[in-house]
DNA sequence: TAGATTGTTAATCGATTAACAATC
DNA sequence: TAGATTGTTAATCGATTAACAATC
């Protein structure tokens, strides 16, 4: 019945993913489960998922394993999906698009407000929105107040939407740029997606496993 | 002059962005930097700096630093950029045509195809190229020879997919949907892009963040 | 030569795995 | 009760940081 009072990053990342099998296991009908079964269908160690979740608490039971249903609910309890930071999405090319369209109401955000500079981009519909223009960012967000910027524009650009978002309130990114964001702005939270570097890595390992056959 | 004869997989998804920070120094017309320059500007240590870049060789000269040209095309070259590897984009949707739009001459692909199955997209253009049935995959594969996929489809479809393109003789996947094709198919290369779990990873940041304000 | 900075070894820190006593 | 499986401690492994001799 332990809890740690701050928990590694390495385990934070972990959740997400546990959450999903958890949620198979539920769709599949199965309401009980060991961490040794449940290693096997990730590819994880017992040992791991048993130190990962005891990092919250003792969800489980000697002798018989962790509920299903109620593991579920712990995890999504501890990643806070049940809560809803406000969100607005900057940048509507494909890639905000794609963003968007993202299940956000089982994701702890609630997506407020879409915005671009584009003439043919601004003013069109999205996900029941309308989009705006970037000139108004600041006046939206006086009145909604987003915490959270999702961050789909081209690098050239987002050295200063950031530095505005920052100003207008904005705490933490999910950011698509290759602009380092973090760096340039203590006390901000940032999660990079770059669709590159995991592509070079890609390349890099099909390269070193061709040099091992 | 060492250069070790495994490098880790937390040194290799560092190169990108090492890649990314010496092209800037490089069009900002900076010809040397040392370690401890560049910690500084990516916010890393100089010891790492110098033990990752230690582990393929000895770039650096005594007293001097590093030649910023020459990093950028050795770093270039351990990840292999001058390659190509063929590459089909799977689904597109707005993420695949996300994923069409990254600059693949300069990233070890070259993307060669892209697949759909719905009406309104198959036969549309996308970079230049016409958008293909997913019917029509093997044949394609039979000619083209394409051994990465970029799977932009939701999870349901990425299991059978990703079957058919392995049994293409596929080896390496960038993959968005929440399937585990690494855990169901041994020997082949996955490097999972999964929004929602980055969502959820900054959220949890966000609540910890928080509690201790 | 003297100063600077690397390459590399050693020390530290953190994360994963193994082991097992607690207990359902 | 006996068997199973957790929670937790200890051991191992790997990655990061510090230190410094080598050398440009």
Same mark, same amino acid.
Do not use: W
């Given at each position: 019945m332990s809890s740690k009072s701050t928990v590694s990053i390495?385990?934070?990342r972990r959740l997400?993913?546990?959450?999903?099998f958890l949620g198979e296991l539920k769709r599949e009908g199965?309401?009980?489960?060991s961490s040794r079964e449940l290693s096997e269908r990730m590819g994880l160690t017992a040992s791991?998922?048993?130190?990962?979740?005891?990092?919250?608490?003792?969800?489980?039971?000697?002798?018989?394993?962790?509920?299903? /249903?109620?593991?579920?609910?712990?995890?999504?309890?501890? +990643?806070?999906?049940?809560?809803?930071?406000?969100?607005?999405?900057?940048g509507v090319?494909?890639?905000?698009?794609? /963003?968007?369209?993202?299940?956000?109401?089982?994701?702890?955000f609630h997506l407020c407000g879409a915005f671009d500079h584009a003439p043919g981009v601004v003013g069109?519909?999205? /996900?029941?929105?309308?989009?705006?223009?970037?000139?108004?960012?600041?006046?939206f967000c006086e009145t909604h107040r987003p915490t959270t910027a999702l961050l789909c524009v081209p690098r050239t650009a987002a050295d200063a939407?950031?530095?505005? +978002?920052?100003?207008?309130?904005?705490?933490?990114?999910l950011n698509f740029s290759h602009?380092?964001?973090?760096?340039?702005n203590d006390d901000v939270i940032v999660e990079n997606v770059h669709l590159m570097d995991s592509l070079m890595t890609l390349g890099y390992r099909m390269n070193e496993k061709r040099k091992m056959d």
């Open positions: 390495s385990v934070i997400p993913r546990y959450y999903r199965i309401n009980r489960i791991q998922i048993r130190q990962d979740l005891n990092c919250f608490g003792g969800f489980g039971q000697q002798g018989y394993g962790y509920n299903v /249903v109620s593991l579920h609910e712990e995890i999504a309890h501890i +990643l806070g999906l049940d809560l809803h930071h406000n969100a607005v999405l900057i090319g494909n890639l905000g698009k794609a /963003v968007a369209t993202l299940d956000f109401e089982h994701s702890g069109s519909s999205l /996900v029941g929105m309308t989009v705006l223009h970037t000139d108004t960012l600041e006046a939407l950031s530095k505005r +978002l920052i100003l207008c309130g904005v705490k933490a990114f602009y380092d964001i973090a760096l340039h």
